[in-house]
């Protein structure tokens, strides 16, 4: 529980906690309950899961009225230019209390007794309950509540019209182009209908971001309902149409009762295609849907880490299921077409296929061995994007101007990071799906085939080594090789299958330590280098510069960790312990989710998401492998974490 300090407002207002509800949908607000961004709100749902978002109820501006005190505030929100702190419920804000993946509770102090604020995602269905205790008090007193409806998408801050009927004394139905939802209580009292808009809604973070920051937003009417001591009022509020039948629901398995579990289980959703429902993984909150490198990224560490190997094999299917020439989704959007532009997500596919079948005991993973052997195959003789390998064995991705890897970066036509060619982790990756799919076929022809050609890139291999600084250059391109300093090329050590002999893996670990390594992840450009942005801040257009280009990125600590036990065995496991003990820290102190970047420069100030899948994900993985070699005093487990059997 957090103990709120009145004095403490304005930090309170800078953070951010998350409650999910297994479908894409999401409250997220601050810990005193204001929105801070557009996409803030007590329900965001998503109509057509997990994409379709809209923010459905934003918050709710209530107001106690005890029987013989005066009235008590329990909202907060800024408002205007001069971010106006209006009702000032803050100041009777005793506690704020985080019960994740669900729920989370607010205690105002009051006059007489306390008044408890209870917010719960219901599991697997787009709807929020919100559900206020009295208690400690001798007598009733009266709630007023006004909801705030904007029903608009998420990346939006103008609405639709938006009509308000009543359709008992306990249900209000709001309908706007993005959707009806209804509102019910079940208390002693009757919604009036009142409409207004709540005009000048400041959001903070948003003016930090160079978004514009200010909404007005509309409010159908009042709920005045009298509250009586020891007997909770509970009003509810869903987006219709957007959940899944419930036999549906029991695919997202029970909730978890441990912390960790329940930050990685925040962004495993439902997805519905067509008249079918799967499983997949969200990428981040609050404006990321599901993306296909960072499920296969995220994969081990939220679902083979924890146990959820028949949500894992979903997840697989999902992607499998949109596979196209050898590629798979990019990304799934709210409101465009599929995106196929990652030349990295298929060979992830690969590598998460390969860490589940070595866990999970399914014996019959033939339909998702035939989606690698396409993603094999199309490689091999070359798919969209130019993205293929080439004679010489390493993988080629295109010219630079569409992004392809993970340094995506892109705003208004500009690549900030253009990596034409081969990028390194792209070969790295390449030599791993290779080794890692003739593990699993079952015919010697097949695997023989698989390890010629792995061979053959190992051979080419040597090309990408930078002399100078005893490690690797970030890629091959027309006019030699790209002597950037970046992280991309550990994954040539810390993936199961190396490229690279033991000098070499040194050398990458003691350069990439040396220069990129921070207490929250890597950088992802050398500070030496001119191009170097210590500070994720400014508008879009700056951070999307600064995004690749020294930005540090949590989820790189996985591969660290990884590289660092293969380089220094038994001796490393201290230093990988050491390098992933702030990002734990982070995440116990504080809202128990991991943000998606942070500035290259000391104080690392977090940054972009939140609450970033592979952060978590990654974490979670590099946490457990640290733990496992050290009971097992003998290096990687064979199965799953750090280089693995068979690594070369």
């Not at 204001?34 to 749902?45: E, F, K, N, P, S």
């Not at 500009?414 to 015919?443: D, F, I, Q």
């Not at 695997?447 to 890629?475: H, I, K, M, V, Y």
């Amino acid at each position: 529980m957090n103990a709120f300090a009145p004095d403490a407002a304005d930090a309170w207002l800078s953070r951010e906690f998350l409650l999910t509800d297994g479908l894409g949908g999401s409250t997220l607000l601050s810990p005193i309950g204001a929105c801070t961004r557009r996409y803030h709100g007590l329900l965001v749902a998503a109509a057509c899961p997990p994409v379709g978002r809209r923010v459905v109820l934003k918050t709710l501006i209530e107001r106690f009225e005890p029987a013989h005190d005066p009235p008590v505030e329990l909202s907060t929100h800024e408002f205007g230019p001069d971010r106006l702190r209006h009702p000032d419920g803050w100041r009777a804000l005793a506690s704020f209390e985080l019960m994740p993946p669900h729920a989370c509770v607010w205690t105002y102090r009051l006059r007489e007794g306390v008044l408890r604020r209870h917010v719960e995602r219901d599991r697997g269905r787009a709807r929020v309950t919100v559900t206020y205790a009295l208690t400690g008090a001798a007598t009733s007193g009266r709630l007023v509540l006004r909801p705030i409806t904007p029903m608009r998408g998420v990346h939006e801050v103008a609405s639709d019209p938006v009509e308000a009927r009543l359709l008992d004394a306990r249900t209000l139905e709001v309908a706007s182009p993005a959707g009806v939802a209804r509102l019910i209580h079940d208390g002693d009292g009757v919604w009036q209908i009142e409409p207004e808009r709540w005009r000048d809604f400041h959001h903070r973070l948003d003016a930090e971001r160079g978004f514009f920051e200010r909404e007005d937003a509309f409010c159908p009417g009042r709920l005045q309902a009298v509250i009586a001591p020891d007997v909770p009022l509970t009003l509810t509020c869903e987006l219709l149409g957007a959940s899944p039948p419930r036999s549906v629901v029991t695919g997202l398995g029970p909730p978890p009762t441990c912390a960790p579990r329940a930050a990685a289980d925040q962004f495993v959703t439902l997805r519905r295609d067509g008249e079918r429902w799967t499983t997949t993984i969200m990428a981040g909150y609050p404006w990321f849907a599901d993306w296909g490198r960072d499920a296969m990224i995220s994969l081990p560490g939220l679902l083979l880490e924890t146990g959820r190997y028949d949500a894992a094999r979903s997840v697989l299917e999902t992607f499998a299921s949109h596979e196209r020439d050898g590629l798979l989704p990019n990304c799934f959007l709210d409101d465009r077409p599929t995106q196929y532009n990652a030349a990295d997500a298929p060979l992830w596919f690969v590598h998460a296929l390969w860490a589940y079948a070595r866990v999970s005991g399914d014996d019959a993973i033939d339909p998702l061995l035939d989606t690698a052997r396409a993603i094999v195959a199309a490689y091999r003789r070359g798919t969209d994007f130019d993205i293929g390998c080439d004679d010489d064995g390493l993988v080629n991705a295109g010219d630079g101007s569409v992004p392809l890897t993970w340094m995506d970066a892109y705003r208004d036509g500009v690549a900030m990071t253009p990596r034409a060619g081969k990028p390194v982790e792209l070969s790295a990756l390449w030599y791993h799906a290779l080794n890692a799919l003739a593990e699993l076929v079952p015919g010697d022809a097949e695997r023989r085939d698989l390890e010629r050609q792995a061979r053959r890139t190992r051979g080419s291999f040597a090309r990408f080594w930078w002399p100078e600084r005893r490690c690797l250059c970030d890629g091959l391109g027309s006019a030699g090789p790209d002597t950037t300093l970046r992280p991309n090329q550990l994954f040539a050590v810390g993936l199961p299958h190396s490229p690279l002999d033991a000098a070499q893996q040194r050398g990458v670990v003691d350069v990439v330590e040396r220069m990129l390594l921070t207490p929250y992840g890597l950088r992802t450009l050398a500070p030496d280098d001119p191009r170097y942005v210590g500070r994720f801040e400014g508008d879009l257009w700056q951070r999307d510069q600064a995004y690749h280009n020294g930005t540090v990125w949590p989820w790189l600590i996985g591969v660290y960790v990884d590289a660092v036990l293969r380089v220094a065995g038994k001796a490393g496991r201290q230093r990988a312990a050491a390098a992933l003990a702030p990002l734990l820290a982070t995440q116990a102190e504080g809202m128990g989710q991991i943000a998606e970047v942070y500035d290259g420069d000391a104080p690392h100030r977090p940054g972009g998401c939140p609450a970033q899948a592979w952060s978590v994900a990654e974490v979670n993985r590099a946490q457990a492998t640290i733990t496992t070699t050290q009971k097992k005093n003998a290096g990687p487990r064979s199965e799953l974490r750090g280089p693995g059997v068979g690594s070369e």
